[in-house]
């Protein structure tokens, strides 16, 4: 009895899946080659003294990362309507090797998400010190954590019809209000409300790689805050589902 | 009605047994009580077929069997366990109702991700050339026939070699063929010494493939015998026919006839053997007509045994 082979099946289901995989990893270097393509000379975006390539690259690295783990959880939307979780309960599979095996699919798709930016990004002249690069990427997998509970609370919510819009919708509005696409201005009330989203601070994990300082008492405060409310009202939706079966 | 009387506690002897199982959905005006108290003793190694029409309670008496639903009232206890820990230690294998497969994966790969979770699993070979998915083994999920999908689910429910093996409609997506190699491999199967209970609203399946029939209506089990005496239960047959001029008395004399129902001069006559009460029908009441003879369905037969003649007439 192993949850390692359940969790290798949902893995090799994943990379299986053309629509999960074009939409979590195709689709962010589509973003970064037109978007930072274009700009690839521009060494100085928006007085930052940052290369257009690398502001991007980071940014679609923490957008691509979210939206693999948020669609990764929200794939148990699918499996419900297919009735596929009851199935899974009359087996001694637990609930929390379930989520584990979901936020590890999740976390995997993340990481090569990651990795495909990072490639993209030398394939524009970026080059980063490993330091940097390790610090960075450390923080963005630590910064996923509220985004896996977001995937499993969803995939409890919405229906295997609504889950596709809901995560495209969700996961643009919190990239834009994160600064994935461009700086968030340094006060004002655009930077009060996205100093409240975990994706700001997702974003602030990947500009670790620009000089930045990463996370201060507030980041990991509003990180933790999301983690703690999302997980519970997963946990919820859960409970509602299981007993309305 | 008998009471059970308990000889041994001993729980090794301990099969499935629910006691005073209640469950209602919804509250209010749209309440709907599914079951109204089903208590059922199943030893280990019998087959038991529970058999009812749509909507008599067997899903959600199963449901609630396998722990997936939580009764209001009663309890569950399979091999003197509760429902969740019997199925933690991997001793219950069932096929629901309803229910899809998750795709991308292969019918070998979903039987081998399925097996992993349990302590005891069979040999991936045998489960697919037991249930006859061995040539399509190679196939994905999603591109299954609804035939060959019921068989992999079969094979879901039979791969952890469970001492219970639970069946709710398990042919109703089958052509004839399919439904005949399916009952094969279940007697194979049930001749291993496992604990069966498959629900189903065939008459002729619970007959031919099952030691005992619990007969479910309305939420309840109204009759609990080997097949044979279900079948008698249910083999009334009624007599319909246009009647002058006769009393209620000289209907109810007719022999064969057990009961008379009368709108007018339209009257209903369930018989014992219809063949000796139409004779004596037509040798009493030269005038009949329109004469319809049917089968008592297993829908009417429930409603009899239950005693709801007025929903039996609706």
């Given at each position: 009895m192993s949850a390692a082979t359940y969790t290798r099946?949902?893995?090799?289901?994943?990379?299986?899946?053309?629509?999960?995989f074009i939409f979590s990893l195709v689709f962010p270097l589509v973003l970064y080659y037109l978007i930072a393509g274009p700009n690839r000379d521009e060494t100085d975006i928006g007085n930052t003294g940052i290369s257009a390539p690398l502001y991007y690259m980071v940014g679609l690295a923490a957008y691509g990362a979210m939206t693999a783990m948020i669609a990764s959880g929200a794939r148990i939307a699918a499996e419900r309507s297919l009735g596929w979780n009851r199935q899974l309960r009359i087996t001694p599979l637990s609930t929390r090797a379930y989520f584990r095996a979901k936020v590890l699919t999740g976390y995997t798709m993340a990481v090569i998400s990651l990795l495909a930016l990072d490639l993209a990004g030398t394939t524009l002249g970026v080059t980063l010190p490993a330091g940097e690069w390790v610090r960075m990427t450390a923080l963005i997998l630590v910064g996923l954590v509220p985004f896996a509970a977001l995937g499993i609370l969803l995939g409890h919510l919405l229906t295997a019809d609504s889950i596709g819009p809901a995560i495209g919708g969700s996961t643009a509005l919190l990239s834009i209000l994160g600064g994935t696409w461009f700086p968030i201005p340094s006060e004002g009330a655009l930077h009060v409300i996205a100093q409240l989203l975990p994706s700001y601070w997702l974003v602030q994990a990947s500009q670790v790689a620009?000089?930045?300082?990463?996370?201060?008492?507030?980041?990991?405060?509003?990180?933790?805050?999301?983690?703690?409310?999302?997980?519970?009202?997963?946990?919820?939706?859960?409970?509602?589902?299981?007993?309305?079966? | 009605m008998a009471e059970v009387v308990v000889l041994s506690t001993d729980s090794r002897a301990a099969g499935v047994e629910l006691r005073g199982l209640v469950k209602s959905f919804g509250s209010g005006d749209s309440i709907v009580r599914a079951v109204q108290g089903v208590d059922v003793s199943i030893a280990p190694g019998e087959t038991v077929a529970l058999l009812g029409p749509n909507g008599a309670g067997k899903s959600t008496t199963i449901d609630m069997l396998l722990g997936l639903t939580t009764p209001d009232a009663g309890s569950v206890s399979l091999f003197g366990k509760t429902a969740s820990d019997a199925v933690a230690d991997g001793e219950v294998g069932a096929m629901l109702q309803t229910g899809g497969l998750i795709h991308d994966l292969s019918v070998r790969e979903l039987i081998a991700m399925v097996a992993s979770l349990y302590p005891r699993p069979l040999d991936l070979d045998r489960v697919l050339e037991q249930t006859g998915l061995d040539a399509i083994e190679g196939r994905r999920t999603q591109k299954l026939s609804g035939g060959e999908t019921q068989r992999l689910r079969f094979a879901l429910a039979l791969v952890s070699d469970p001492a219970l093996l639970v069946l709710d409609e398990p042919t109703v997506a089958m052509d004839v063929e399919a439904r005949h190699a399916f009952w094969l491999v279940m007697r194979r199967v049930a001749a291993e010494g496992k604990t069966i209970v498959f629900a189903t609203h065939y008459l002729e399946e619970a007959d031919a493939n099952a030691d005992r029939v619990l007969l479910m209506a309305r939420g309840r089990i109204v009759a609990d015998g080997s097949p044979a005496e279900i079948k008698a239960m249910t083999g009334v047959r009624t007599i319909r026919a246009t009647v002058r001029n006769a009393t209620d008395e000289a209907l109810a004399g007719l022999a064969g006839v057990t009961g008379v129902e009368r709108h007018g001069d339209r009257v209903v006559l369930a018989c014992s053997d219809s063949d000796v009460a139409i004779r004596a029908l037509l040798e009493r009441f030269t005038d009949v007509r329109e004469i319809e003879i049917s089968g008592a369905d297993l829908e009417q037969a429930f409603l009899q045994l239950t005693g709801d003649t007025e929903a039996a007439a609706a």
């Open positions: 099946y949902e893995l090799v289901r994943t990379f299986r899946n053309r629509r999960f620009l000089g930045g300082r990463g996370w201060d008492s507030r980041g990991w405060a509003v990180m933790i805050a999301w983690t703690i409310v999302l997980s519970l009202l997963a946990a919820r939706a859960f409970r509602r589902d299981t007993q309305r079966a | -």
